[in-house]
């Protein structure tokens, strides 16, 4: 999605190249194309100047959008998710569940910063890491 938002504007994609450029896996990468491609963050062509770009500006496009696209709901949890609640079998109280409800502040913290930050902030961040010559500036350390 990166590589998409950076070529923004520019026209389509070819899946080969958006393979070779990023070290994927052709099959692979067919089958994320596909699926953000039907989350509606993809547009995509068939023949001459076919490929993928994405279906609107990387400035309007959250990074959970992309997430949960491709991953599901955000929440570490089932009982913890607002769109595909489903309560733990050995629960005996899902409204006073201490884990449930710790487990809803981490969904909730997780969203807020997914959905608060666009494509083009990330793509502006690697820029900036890439120019100052910090390699590591992008790691965390545990």
């Known amino acids: 999605m990166y590589h998409l938002g950076r070529k ?13 450029e990023e070290k994927v896996p052709l099959k692979f990468l067919e089958a994320i194309l596909l699926e953000l491609k039907g989350a509606g963050l993809l547009d995509s062509r068939k023949g001459k100047k076919g490929g993928y770009k994405l279906s609107r500006p990387p400035e309007e496009i959250a990074v959970g959008a992309v997430v949960r696209a491709l991953e599901g709901p955000l929440a570490p949890l089932p009982c913890a998710s607002e769109r595909s609640f489903q309560p733990c079998e050995e629960c005996v109280d899902v409204d006073s569940c201490g884990t449930r409800m710790i487990m809803r502040e981490v969904r909730d913290e997780i969203a807020r910063i997914l959905d608060g930050t666009t494509l083009a902030q990330i793509i502006a961040k690697e820029d900036e890491a890439r120019e100052s010559g910090k390699p590591d500036s992008l790691m965390f350390y545990i």
Not at 9 to 14: D, K, R
Not at 15 to 20: G, N, R, S, V
Request: charged residues 15%; glycine residues 16%.
């Open 8 to 20: 923004f504007g520019e026209g389509n994609v070819l899946i080969a190249t958006l393979a070779e």
